[in-house]
Structures are given as C-alpha cells and as structure tokens.
C-alpha cells in the first residue's frame, strides 16, 4: 500500500507570493491533517479535513487554508506569504482506527 | 481542549542504556496515546502506540506505560543502540478530535 505522498517536496517563494501544496492520503483513509514544523518547534496543528470537510482547525491565520477532495487528496494553501511562513509542512491522514500516517513533507523556503 | 506536555526536551545516554521520555494529558477524554520517532530530515514514523484500555504495551526494545489516573504516560527504549538517536513526539487524542503532540525531546545516544 503506498504511503501518504506530498507535492512538491521543495519550493521557494518570494514575500507576497501565494502557495499550494497537495496531499495524496494512504488509501481508504477519509482523513487528511496538516502540520507546520519550523526548527526546533514541535508539530504546530494547521487543520483536519474528513470526507470533504474541516473537522478541526488549529490556531493559524486566515492566510493558511485547505480543501479536500472527493477522493480525499487535499491542498493547502498560503496566502500572502511571509518570511516566518517557512518551514516544512506535513501531511498526515490517519485510518479507521485512529493511527496518524505522515507524508515526507513540502519543504517551503520563502525568501 | 486538551494539554499535552513532555520531558525532558533532550535526553543524553550511553550505547546500551535505557532511556525514558514522559508525556502528561489533560483531558480525561484522550484515549488513544501514540509516539512518533523523526530522525533528522524525514518524517515522523509511528513506532509505538497504546489504547487507554492497556496499561502496558511492548514491541521488542521499545515500551509504553499509561496511567490514567495520573493522566501521564511514557515511553521506555531498553538497550539503546546509536540508531535510536532521533526527535521523539508524543501525543494524545480521541475519536474525531486533534491529535495533540507533545514539543519532542531529542534523544542521542552516545556509542
């Protein structure tokens, strides 16, 4: 069964830009989540989609937003980006019994 | 909503040694108690994880604790081996809610 796969892997942006990055959860799994981590910093919670809905929602500004997709893949996206936007964002999606799978991560450079 | 805190933040032992790393909840409600392994550069991987129906769960030289009463549990890896250095996170959750993870503590071990 192949893993939770993330686009792109690498990305760098310029201040002001926006951003997209997508997530293809393991397969059968309806829950995707995303992360922030930055260095040094734990796993700050962006948002939780299931079966095409936000179901929980971190403590991010509105600049930070995601969708998901009928076939569970989901987006973020980034807004206006800033320096302090940089960091590696993960996507996990998490089975019926409540285990949390992640992906590699979109390592996010904005200069 | 829910609180998890975790020590220590690094943790220093010789090859061979055992190393524990403890995690407190807040919320009652969590039942479900994973830890995360993230070695440098990749992403976190599940290595361990208990229900709040077992007190003690094993997996060769990795084992994790619960109290409930408490609201602490731990992770226990015996015979420690240069492999084992990497960031661990705990973290705590139930049925539809976040999953809340603990700041890491960052394990090396010194051959």
């Known amino acids: 069964k192949a893993g939770v796969t993330q686009t792109p892997r690498y990305l760098i942006k310029t201040r002001g830009q926006q951003v997209t990055l997508s997530c293809s959860p393991i397969?059968?799994?309806?829950?995707v989540s995303w992360y922030q981590q930055t260095p040094g910093q734990g796993l700050q919670f962006l948002f939780e989609y299931f079966s095409e809905t936000q179901r929980n929602k971190g403590n991010f500004p509105g600049r930070f937003s995601g969708r998901q997709f009928s076939n569970s893949r989901s987006e973020m996206n980034v807004s206006t980006l800033e320096l302090g936007d940089s960091a590696l964002y993960l996507c996990a999606s998490r089975s019926v019994l409540g285990e949390l799978f992640f992906g590699e991560g979109s390592r996010l450079t904005v200069l | 909503g829910e609180n998890v805190e975790q020590h220590p933040s690094t943790l220093s032992v010789q090859e061979g040694d055992s190393a524990v790393i403890k995690c407190t909840y807040s919320d009652s409600a969590s039942n479900y108690f994973p830890w995360y392994k993230q070695e440098l550069g990749k992403r976190p991987q599940l290595i361990i994880d208990?229900?709040?129906?077992?007190g003690e769960k094993k997996d060769q030289r990795i084992a994790v604790t619960l109290n409930k009463t408490a609201k602490h549990f731990s992770l226990h890896i015996t015979e420690t081996q240069p492999e084992d250095s990497a960031v661990y996170f705990c973290a705590a959750t139930n049925t539809g809610n976040q999953f809340y993870f603990g700041t890491g503590t960052s394990l090396t071990v010194i051959p």
């Open positions: 208990i229900r709040s129906n077992v």
């Open positions: 397969s059968g799994h309806r829950s």
